[in-house]
């Protein structure tokens, strides 16, 4: 009996699950399916705390999180809050870098490409105009959104490049924020 | 001398304020341009943390929070992460629902709407293979959001659909997540 083969890791990323996952979703393309949820509850003025626990993936509801993760939103005084959490539009920019991370970590391991540090800088220009409903021609939401990152990594300026063009084609938030996403509202009783 | 008006405030936000911060703007559009900032910083696997403190608003550069907020993510061990923090597309929920709280309070209260409770379910469903690049012809983000909201205020129904329109047309995420932003990337070094 021999034993059983180490799992290789690599940028904190387990390859061998990583890879195990892909051949699970090509065998049972169903596993993919995932639904997140998250409830959020108004708080006075500005503020709301959202409670994130549960999710829908792999067939499966999952049971890893024993206790909610809690965020908590507000505004800073110019907007009229009393700054308990960061604001709605800041939580975008957590959002997209934080996915972005997740992008390069998890495919820079992929390809067997070591990453020692990786960070981000984001800013979102908006115009109050918007939000407010003084024109029609403002957008309530960014107008656009500048990223910019530094990463030190075990592959050549080439390979990064090329890594961050595959990045921005697979990322889950990045595509949310440039593309359009059916939303519907429903009031319930 | 008479004694200063008192600021009228509903909902916990205070209208005064708000009426105000609406007639500077007509007065000089330049208060409404808004840039928001957030740092992310990769911290191993697939756990970052982001600071976000700082941003221009009203013709100055906001001092108000003396100290970061620090929000954490990661992803579940499903998805190769240590359950450090909820992962980037949860975040993109919290986001949006805590806009539409910040929207829904404010204009009941420039209506004179008083809202006693205000809370949301939203749930997005996502499909794996865009993120693991298996498929040209799924996206990497959400397909569809679906958000059921519950409010009880002083306010007819009609009243409550005449609001959650507005507030649908003028909520910055939710236009960022239903319409395209413009984002750009850059590497530093």
């Not at 907007?79 to 975008?92: D, I, K, M, S, T």
């Not at 030190?152 to 921005?168: G, K, N």
Request: charged fraction near 25%.
């Amino acid at each position: 009996m021999s034993a059983p083969a180490e799992a290789v890791e690599l940028n904190g990323v387990n390859v061998t699950q990583l890879t195990d996952t892909v051949g699970a979703i090509q065998g049972d393309p169903s596993i993919a399916q995932f639904r997140f949820r998250a409830r959020t509850r108004w708080e006075g003025g500005g503020k709301s705390t959202t409670e994130i626990q549960g999710f829908h993936g792999a067939n499966a509801e999952d049971t890893s999180r024993t206790e909610p993760f809690v965020l908590t939103g507000d505004e800073p005084p110019v907007l009229l809050g009393g700054n308990a959490g960061p604001n709605a539009v800041e939580a975008v920019l957590h959002a997209l870098t934080s996915c972005l991370t997740v992008g390069f970590v998890y495919n820079a391991a992929a390809k067997g490409i070591a990453v020692r540090s990786l960070d981000f800088e984001i800013e979102g220009e908006l115009d109050l105009h918007g939000f407010l409903g003084l024109s029609e021609d403002v957008r309530p939401g960014y107008d656009r959104i500048r990223i910019r990152y530094r990463v030190d990594a075990d592959a050549s300026d080439d390979e990064i490049e090329e890594l961050c063009h595959y990045v921005q084609r697979t990322s889950p938030v990045l595509d949310i924020v440039r593309n359009p996403v059916k939303v519907t509202l429903a009031r319930v009783h």
